[in-house]
């Protein structure tokens, strides 16, 4: 037999060869996870995003050991929901812009961080039921309590909301001609309302009142606003039924067995305690 007629053989059998091993690979695929609740359940651990900049909903602590922790009651029900997967649960901090986007390309599996289920938000991710309902407000300086005390006193002014939150919105509907200044942390919009940089913020008022307390130069408007998406929800990727119904199950258990009231009180009173150190 002529050498090449040797060589075509020898490549048509490596071909085989190879063709077996992507077949037999193509075999192992069938068994792998087609949904994102089996993906967390055989990685072990729930991947929640989250911007801790938030109390009481989520924050930063010094603990007992001296080492720094983020808590909050959006934590617990973090918590809840990784127990009732039986997984353990991982926490990414984030800027609030990107959990939206960190959800849909599955860099984290969840946001839940006071989020509120807006059409925009839909298009990207799907929520869960809503889990907690707060009102908003806005801070102003307490010299400025009496100029301010509407959101149409706030006409033209300089008005700090966090970038992508809802409160954004409701700025923008609630007060003529603002000039709406976006920042990622709520902490840098609390210091530019110190240093006058924006006249007011626009927070919910959770959030406003922990802020009050850390900052007594600091006061909560009047006028209240309401949440006309519906409160916060979890955020998660989208046509993921399974998960999304694991989820619901959990929040439901939350409302029914009264513990989201405990939950805000244990974070409150952690928030309190980081104002007295």
Do not use: W
């Not at 090449?4 to 071909?15: V, W």
């Not at 039921?129 to 033209?156: C, P, Q, R, S």
């Amino acid at each position: 037999m002529k050498k090449g007629m040797l060589k075509k053989i020898f490549a048509i059998a490596t071909i085989g060869v190879m063709s077996l091993g992507l077949i037999s690979c193509g075999g192992k695929k069938t068994d792998e996870p087609t949904d994102k609740l089996s993906q967390i359940k055989e990685n072990g651990k729930l991947v929640v995003g989250l911007s801790a900049d938030y109390a009481p909903y989520e924050f930063h602590i010094m603990n007992e050991e001296g080492k720094d922790e983020i808590v909050g009651f959006d934590i617990d029900i973090a918590n809840e929901i990784a127990k009732d997967m039986g997984v353990e649960l991982e926490i990414q901090d984030m800027n609030f812009e990107n959990l939206v986007a960190g959800v849909s390309s599955g860099k984290i599996d969840l946001a839940i961080s006071g989020m509120s289920p807006d059409d925009e938000r839909r298009k990207s991710v799907d929520f869960s039921d809503i889990y907690y309902i707060a009102e908003h407000g806005f801070l102003v300086k307490a010299e400025n309590k009496d100029k301010y005390k509407t959101f149409e006193d706030l006409k033209g002014q300089k008005v700090g909301a966090q970038m992508g939150a809802i409160q954004a919105d409701i700025a923008e509907e609630k007060i003529p001609e603002v000039d709406l200044q976006l920042l990622s942390n709520v902490n840098d919009l609390v210091l530019s309302l110190k240093t006058g940089k924006i006249e007011a913020l626009v927070v919910e008022l959770p959030v406003a009142e922990m802020i009050v307390k850390n900052n007594p130069e600091l006061v909560v408007g009047e006028e209240k606003a309401t949440d006309a998406e519906g409160g916060s929800a979890v955020a998660l990727q989208k046509e993921q039924q399974a998960l999304l119904d694991l989820i619901n199950t959990t929040i439901k258990r939350i409302k029914d067995e009264k513990l989201l009231d405990q939950f805000i009180v244990d974070a409150t009173a952690l928030a309190e305690k980081q104002v007295e150190n």
